[in-house]
């Protein structure tokens, strides 16, 4: 599969005008339904096929061959081109969860399909992932990269309000079946909109002719080492991740159970931590640029983290509610301007392996650190375990403002 040139009338058009880059997002938009159907469907599946500890087992099994195969998969990216990669991720996936439907309307064979599909989606997701970063930037400028984060923010939020209904509407039509068709169907969807998505050449010298993978990811580990904007930025990433996760997922829950805001205040929760990541896509979407965004990510991050220690003490539903909408804007902000700035400072040549590097981290190890926090909630309690991973959260702002390449990085 060869890439071609750009046409000079896309590379005029904003992002938000372009045929190609929306094509991209329709894609995108259509995959990630799908994904959020998927998991209704999987975890659905795996409750009603056994026990809940078995249950929770199928559902974690995708992050482990998604965290031990990462790196390999920003090689791959590389090596092939993200919108090959991209296509083929898709296509696996399709096949693989239609054929596990098919297998459900015909059968009932337990757990044992539900643990592969498991364990191959987290094996394409590494492939998947580091080729989904990879891929705005040989479809638009780089001064659109931005626009192209909100953009992309805006959809993950379309995907996340209409998977998880239209996931829970299958399996009330037809089990967990239906649901996985649905599924399949929306992922195939991407496929011809990616096959007809157009994909700039990357310069002669920026070519990847080195024979061997292995020698790809040491070239690629040594090219962040060395960058003086993405050697720091990644380390931006990892702190911010690591803080972040566990608040806001496990922590989260226990907080309300502690307070007795019960199942409707974490909903309301999670809708104003949506709201303010809505609304930082949606900014980033109209104005395509943000100035001094090194500065801005950076601050932000440190915000935010003041923001996580707040919502930890907030005595009501609403103040916990003002909170999380304070934690979703200065969040989404950083998270999509660190997004763009990866990108704008990569060699389009290295954008794979970059975006697996500061992708391994949030997907891979942030996640495992969800238990540990809830243990650490037991024993000393919601406001000094949110205070401590405010804190690493604040530890990537700092980096970030104390690295001059990154305060004066702009998009």
């Given at each position: 599969m060869t890439t071609t040139r750009l046409p000079a009338a896309d590379i005029a058009r904003p992002a938000h005008r372009d045929p190609n880059v929306l094509r991209w997002l329709g894609a995108y938009a259509s995959s990630a339904i799908g994904d959020n159907v998927y998991y209704i469907a999987l975890s659905w599946a795996a409750v009603r096929a056994g026990t809940p500890a078995q249950a929770g087992l199928v559902m974690s099994?995708?992050?482990?061959?998604?965290?031990?195969?990462?790196?390999?998969?920003?090689?791959?990216?590389?090596?092939f081109g993200p919108r090959r990669v991209v296509i083929g991720s898709d296509a696996v996936r399709c096949a693989a969860v239609l054929a596990v439907a098919l297998l459900l309307f015909a059968a009932d064979p337990g757990?044992?399909?539900l643990t592969l599909l498991a364990l191959l989606f987290g094996a394409v997701d590494a492939v998947f992932m580091p080729a989904v970063g990879a891929l705005p930037a040989r479809i638009t400028r780089r001064d659109?990269?931005?626009?192209?984060q909100g953009m992309r923010g805006l959809v993950v939020k379309l995907a996340h309000v209409v998977g998880a209904p239209l996931g829970g509407l299958g399996v009330a039509l037809g089990g967990a079946a239906t649901a996985f068709g649905i599924a399949g169907l929306l992922i195939a969807v991407s496929v011809p909109l990616l096959v007809s998505v157009r994909v700039g050449e990357l310069p002669p010298n920026d070519r990847d002719t080195r024979p061997g993978a292995r020698q790809d990811l040491r070239a690629g580990l040594r090219y962040i080492r060395r960058h003086r904007v993405l050697g720091p930025l990644v380390l931006v990433?990892?702190?911010?991740d690591l803080g972040f996760v566990g608040p806001l997922n496990v922590g989260l829950t226990l907080l309300a159970d502690r307070r007795g805001w019960g199942a409707s205040g974490v909903g309301w929760v999670l809708a104003g931590f949506g709201i303010g990541a809505g609304a930082a896509s949606l900014l980033l979407a109209v104005r395509g640029r943000i100035p001094r965004a090194g500065l801005v990510l950076s601050v932000s991050i440190v915000g935010g983290a003041g923001a996580i220690t707040a919502l930890a003490h907030v005595p009501s539903v609403p103040a916990a509610v003002a909170a999380a909408v304070a934690i979703g804007l200065l969040a989404g902000l950083s998270g999509a301007l660190c997004g763009a700035l990866l990108q704008t400072e990569s060699d389009p040549a290295y954008l794979g392996r970059v975006t697996a590097v500061s992708s391994l981290v949030s997907l891979g190890v942030a996640p495992l650190t969800m238990p540990l926090v809830g243990a650490a909630i037991g024993v000393w309690g919601t406001g000094p375990v949110f205070t401590a991973c405010a804190a690493v959260c604040a530890m990537a702002g700092v980096v970030g403002l104390g690295s001059s390449a990154v305060r004066r990085a702009e998009l």
């Open positions: 099994l995708s992050a482990v061959p998604r965290a031990l195969l990462m790196l390999g998969g920003g090689v791959i990216a590389d090596r757990l044992w399909p659109q990269l931005a626009r192209v990433v990892a702190l911010g």
